[in-house]
């Protein structure tokens, strides 16, 4: 009888490994629907041969026997079929190869309860077995993977070399994904809303036309990456590297970038309305058209960055470095500027109405042709700068440096000179 009873065992083993392995790719690559009630129907022939062949074994027949109902979701199914799979694996190898009794789950050499109780308990604890537990226990994703449209949310691959690998249009919402390596990644379309890639490796990957609104990015390297269109509402990249990165017309709005590296950065059309950039570099950063209505970017800097026809309404650039930028026809209504360096600014037909100015270092700057009515401009230095056919209507210049400047009227500025003539207001130091 006990060789009858192994024969079935050795004869079906083959086929289990096999279900076995299959289940574990589909864990591992996240293909979970459909391939649950494939792998129930799988388990099921198979645990019903060897039953049959040990029908006195009540851990063969009972313990081991699925018993969920169909409408259960596939991750359920799928877990549980692993769980049941692995203990029959294991359990007919020692019958196979073993000398003495094996020793099975929960104790069963002490038989202080039933097979019927241990069942329950096993069941149980399958049934506990949530979406979210399941992911973090058996995803592995490997690198130069295809995981197109697979659905990764709440994944634990921390840490994880994954680069060179494809989640276009993949879900990976609230992923933890922290000091994981995406460098070289297909991630256009993907969803990585709320997820934690903090000090990630996104170098070089494609992000075009993600959506990533409340992510953690914070410290993460995204250098060379391609953000097209990305949508990062609310997400946190500060101290995050950008150089080179090209966010065209990206949604940035309440993104924090502080002390953020965006070098060479393409932000052209870009929305940052709202977004905070204290301390942030963006050298050579191009942003023609962006939108950055009420950012505050104190201290800040954009030597040699274009923000040509940019909207800078109402931002804080108190203390930031201007040098050599572009903000022609530029909108700086109302922007807070005291302090900030525009050495040599390029900012002709700005509109800078209501501006403040003050402090401000204004050497060798373009101002042909700006709207400075009402600006604040007490105590800025505008050594040399040019103001031919500027609006200087209420502007104030109490203080102000105005040596070698070209006033308005194309006349180089004399000490002594009263202001009031172009409809300024207060007396320069000279």
Excluded: W
């Excluded at 192994?6 to 391939?35: C, D, T, W, Y």
């Excluded at 075009?208 to 993460?220: F, H």
């Excluded at 002390?259 to 905070?276: P, T, V, Y």
Aim: net charge negative.
């Amino acid at each position: 009888m006990m060789d009858e009873m192994n024969q079935e065992a050795a004869k079906q083993m083959p086929m289990l490994r096999a279900l076995q392995k299959s289940i574990e790719h589909s864990i591992n690559m996240g293909i979970f629907s459909g391939v649950g009630s494939t792998a129930v129907k799988s388990y099921r022939g198979l645990h019903g041969k060897i039953a049959e062949a040990m029908s006195e074994d009540p851990y063969i027949t009972e313990t081991l026997a699925y018993d969920l109902d169909d409408d259960t979701k596939d991750e359920q199914k799928l877990a549980t079929v692993q769980m049941l799979l692995n203990q029959l694996v294991a359990y007919l190898e020692m019958q196979l190869h073993g000398d003495q009794e094996p020793e099975r789950p929960f104790e069963f050499r002490k038989r202080k309860r039933g097979f019927e109780d241990i069942g329950r308990d096993l069941q149980g604890q399958l049934l506990n077995v949530t979406r979210s537990a399941l992911r973090k226990a058996v995803i592995s994703v490997d690198r130069g993977e295809d995981l197109t449209g697979q659905d990764l949310s709440g994944a634990d691959l921390r840490g994880v070399d994954m680069s060179d690998s494809n989640f276009s249009g993949a879900n990976l919402q609230g992923a933890i994904l922290e000091h994981a390596n995406l460098s070289d990644c297909n991630l256009r379309g993907a969803n990585f809303s709320g997820a934690n890639l903090q000090s990630a490796n996104l170098s070089d990957s494609n992000l075009s036309g993600a959506v990533g609104q409340g992510a953690n990015l914070s410290s993460a390297n995204l250098s060379d990456a391609h953000m097209q269109s990305i949508n990062l509402e609310g997400a946190d990249l500060h101290t995050a590297n950008l150089n080179d990165a090209n966010l065209e017309s990206a949604n940035l709005s309440g993104v924090n970038l502080q002390a953020a590296n965006l070098s060479d950065a393409i932000l052209s059309r870009s929305n940052l309305q709202g977004a905070a950039l204290n301390g942030a570099v963006l050298v050579d950063a191009e942003l023609v058209s962006a939108n950055l209505e009420g950012v505050v970017a104190t201290s800040a800097e954009f030597t040699d960055a274009s923000l040509a026809r940019a909207n800078l309404s109402g931002a804080n650039f108190a203390g930031a470095l201007l040098v050599d930028a572009n903000l022609t026809d530029a909108n700086l209504e109302e922007a807070n500027l005291t302090s900030a360096n525009l050495t040599d600014s390029t900012m002709n037909r700005a509109a800078l109405v209501g501006a403040n100015l003050s402090d401000a270092e204004l050497v060798d700057a373009d101002l042909s042709n700006a709207n400075l009515s009402g600006a604040n401009l007490t105590s800025a230095n505008l050594t040399d700068a040019n103001l031919r056919r500027a609006n200087l209507s209420g502007t104030n210049l109490e203080g102000a440096e105005l040596t070698d400047a070209t006033m308005p009227d194309g006349r180089t500025y004399q000490l002594g000179m009263d202001v009031s003539h172009y409809g300024a207001e207060g007396q320069p130091r000279r």
